[in-house]
């Protein structure tokens, strides 16, 4: 393997950042709730209005983040815990003076808490400030779940433009594999609006839980969100500079008596419909009957096997489309429910760049049509201080497509204090039947260190090595990143590399044969009244040059004042300059080529958004400037609506005027999403989408009638239709591209 050394930048930044960066304003006091065990049990009807609830310890007294960083809550808000010998309890009452005006925008499952009041509690189960549990739910009961892995930090690409959002900055400021909203849980919850604010009860059961038995101690914090005031408050306080996923700064939940527990869960579904593809050689309507089952057994308290028998995903949201101006591939995020649970445990690399493991190489293909997985297993979760994940599946051959295949994924972490960890990884994808023109095996090997400095400051580091038959020079790639935030100065400083044979089947690798520096500052100015609550001036530069011959091939430079309003809303304006070089002709839109050559082209740009917890909210942005030798013109929006707590729609669109020496073109993306929740587990959705690169649109239509987080019945709708030269009477072209019917039901078995 290539030998790897520090960028002497780097090397010279890290000389003068002190160690001892670690403190603003002291470490919080430490906050303590002590759980009590119960001899009478609370009826869950979201009212705490049982006597016992009095005898319990209380946990009070919120700090604010926002908008008066440090002030005590503008509402009381109280929190009681008990346990049985199966579940713990949770009291919560959100006193409000003013409980007609509580805000609530959605009742539906794992909705968005931002934009509604809310109440969220996190759990460190295992108390090593690394690892958590979050369950959350508003004054209609909703049911929100999440995990948390790696102290809440993604490793190495947090930073950049597009600030989080919810709890502030952060040098552990989350993406999705650090916060898995996707993990969801057997808890129950009901919540009412009262005379004295709004108020709630959970059970969780200790099995859906991992926990170290014997434990008398757990890490606890909770977050309110009082929307009106845009306010967020914290029991175990927490500034600015971190999220609520920041597990280090959580109080303590004493006096559990936790014990082992062993479950095994079964999720049989049954599946029927039929599919019609045009596009299809030979039967183009098909008739599908079909059953499977998902298997959970909890080996230890803390680990957890996860199996899968035919596995379906018919009920899965379709992806967003995307129109494509670049050279390069787009990054379709992942949807599917057992990859997204505890996909945390096998993240390695540069987020939508370089991603060493990409669960979307499975089960689907290049045009991402599904292919048939017969089997799978996985198991995930800790021993003692290192994380474990394991994952194998077996996909079916497709005839005339590809192979059977079979995918295996070792990935290994040892956590150390101050969120730092070590860890390797290895996956492996090894064809079990012969197909022409497909190697019969592709591997990648890779670790990494991630280091905390201080209490702001986090430095990742990763290597990775593929193996592919027939490639032995330039196939890896390895990248160094630092990154500082402490909610007034933020930046990052990071190097790339990735050589030209670099190729991660099961993973995702937007360009290769570059070397990449990268720098990134935001400023944060935080106003005292008035309605701006911050301006945050921000620049960022990217440079890509060709490994070998160090020849800039692209660039980018962003630069942004942009500022955030105390009801949610924000305005903007940017100027961003681009460089590409092209060797060879692009075609940008079908039948249009720009030329070889070199590029700079700049545009400028305003965006805006209004108070997206109204009943109507709008957002967008506009730009104008130079397209490689032409020009371009675009224009962005999205109105959401809203009518009461239950029904929503969100219609987007977004147009390009593009104008070049070689042919003039515009394109269109069109969205409209609508959601009707009858309760917070039965909904009917539907998703339309119009793509003007592709001439079609689509629909999307869910009806899910949930007895758990994800386990019911689910009637699934989909078509694809042309758009081209539709009014033309002459055309013969067919209009239907594809449709699809599926009716899916499946049940949990909780022994």
């Known amino acids: 393997m290539k030998t790897i050394t520090i960028p002497l930048w780097l090397a010279a930044m890290l000389a003068v950042v002190p160690l001892g960066l670690a403190q603003q304003n002291g470490d919080p006091p430490a906050r303590e709730l002590r759980a009590t065990r119960l001899t009478e049990l609370p009826t869950i009807d979201g009212l705490v209005t049982e006597a016992f609830w009095q005898d319990l310890d209380v946990a009070t007294d919120f700090i604010q983040q926002n908008p008066d960083e440090g002030q005590v809550s503008a509402e009381r808000t109280e929190i009681r815990v008990g346990f049985d010998d199966r579940n713990v309890y949770i009291g919560i009452i959100c006193f409000d003076s003013q409980p007609e005006n509580i805000v609530v925008t959605q009742n539906r499952r794992d909705a968005d808490l931002v934009d509604t009041d809310s109440v969220q509690i996190i759990l460190d189960t295992f108390d090593d400030d690394q690892n958590a549990f979050i369950f959350g739910t508003s ?32 040098a552990q400021r989350g993406g999705a594999a650090a916060f898995n909203l996707n993990w969801d849980g057997v808890w129950s919850v009901r919540a009412q609006i009262t005379e004295r604010g709004w108020e709630s009860e959970i059970a969780i059961p200790f099995r859906t839980l991992r926990f170290k038995p014997g434990a008398a101690v757990w890490g606890m914090n909770v977050m309110r969100n009082l929307r009106r005031r845009n306010e967020l408050s914290y029991w175990s306080p927490i500034s600015r500079a971190f999220q609520f996923t920041q597990v280090s700064l959580a109080g303590s939940l004493s006096g559990l008596e936790t014990r082992t527990q062993r479950n095994l869960k079964l999720l049989p579904y049954v599946l029927g419909g039929f599919s019609q593809d045009y596009n299809r050689v030979g039967d183009q309507t098909k008739f599908e009957r079909d059953v499977g089952l998902d298997v959970k057994y909890s080996l230890t308290p803390s680990v957890t096997l996860d199996a899968t028998v035919n596995t379906d995903f018919a009920q899965v949201e379709v992806d967003d489309e995307q129109v494509n101006l670049t050279r390069f591939d787009l990054f379709f995020p992942e949807k599917r429910s057992f990859f997204l649970e505890n996909s945390g445990f096998f993240e390695f690399g540069t987020p939508e760049q370089v991603e060493i493991f990409f669960s979307r190489r499975i089960g689907l293909d290049e045009d991402r049509n599904p292919v048939p997985i017969d089997v799978g297993a996985r198991i995930s979760g800790k021993a003692g201080p290192y994380q474990i994940g394991l994952l194998s599946m077996q996909t079916r051959s497709v005839d005339g497509a590809a192979p059977a295949n079979n995918y295996s994924v070792a990935r290994f972490s040892r956590e150390l204090p101050n969120r730092s960890s070590i860890g390797v990884i290895g996956v492996n994808r090894q064809a079990t039947t012969d197909f022409e023109d497909k190697l019969p095996y592709n591997r990648t090997f890779g670790a990494d260190a991630n280091i905390g400095i201080g209490q702001f400051g986090n430095w990742f580091n990763y290597v990775a090595k593929t193996q592919t038959p ?17 909610s007034r100065h933020e930046f990052h400083l990071g190097y790339l590399e990735v050589g030209h044979n670099f190729n991660p089947e099961v993973g995702f690798v937007q360009r290769a044969g570059f070397k990449k520096p990268e720098y990134f500052y935001r400023y944060t100015h935080y106003l005292n009244g008035g309605p701006i609550r911050s301006i945050e001036p921000h620049v960022l530069g990217e440079n890509w040059l060709t490994l070998g011959t160090n020849r ?31 060797d060879l002709p692009f075609e940008v839109h079908p039948g249009i080529f720009i030329p070889v050559g070199g590029y700079q082209f700049n545009e400028t740009i305003a965006n805006f958004g209004t108070d997206p917890s109204a009943t109507l ?10 397209f490689y030798d032409g020009s371009i013109r675009s224009l962005r929006g999205s109105l959401g609506y809203r009518k009461g707590r239950n029904l929503t729609w969100t219609g987007s669109w977004a147009r390009n005027f593009i104008e070049l020496p070689v042919g003039d073109f515009n394109t269109d993306l069109m969205g409209l999403r609508f959601n009707w929740s009858f309760t917070p587990k039965s909904f009917f959705q539907t998703f339309s989408q119009y793509n003007s690169r592709t001439e079609q649109i689509g629909h999307n239509v869910r009806l899910g009638l949930l007895s758990t987080s994800s386990t019911g019945l689910y009637v699934v709708f989909n078509t694809a239709n042309l758009t081209r030269d539709y009014l033309d009477p002459h055309d013969a072209q067919r209009r239907t591209l594809s449709r699809a019917l599926f009716v899916k039901f499946n049940y949990l078995l909780d022994y």
């Not at 909703?142 to 597009?162: I, L, M």
């Not at 027939?470 to 402490?486: N, V």
């Not at 909210?617 to 130079?626: E, L």
């Open 552 to 582: 800039k091939e692209s660039g980018f430079e962003h630069y942004h004042i942009d500022s955030r309003w105390q009801n949610g809303g924000r305005l903007g304006v940017a100027f961003n300059r681009n460089f590409e070089r092209l």
């Open 470 to 486: 027939g490639i032995t020079e330039s196939d890896h790639a390895y990248s160094s990143r630092f990154e500082y935030d402490d």
């Open 617 to 626: 909210s709008f957002s967008g942005s506009a730009a104008s400037g130079d």
């Open 139 to 170: 004054p209609t009961g909703v049911e929100f779940d999440g995990q948390v892995s790696k102290a809440g930090q993604t490793r190495g690409g947090g930073g950049g433009p597009a600030r989080a959002g919810g709890g502030g900055g952060g």
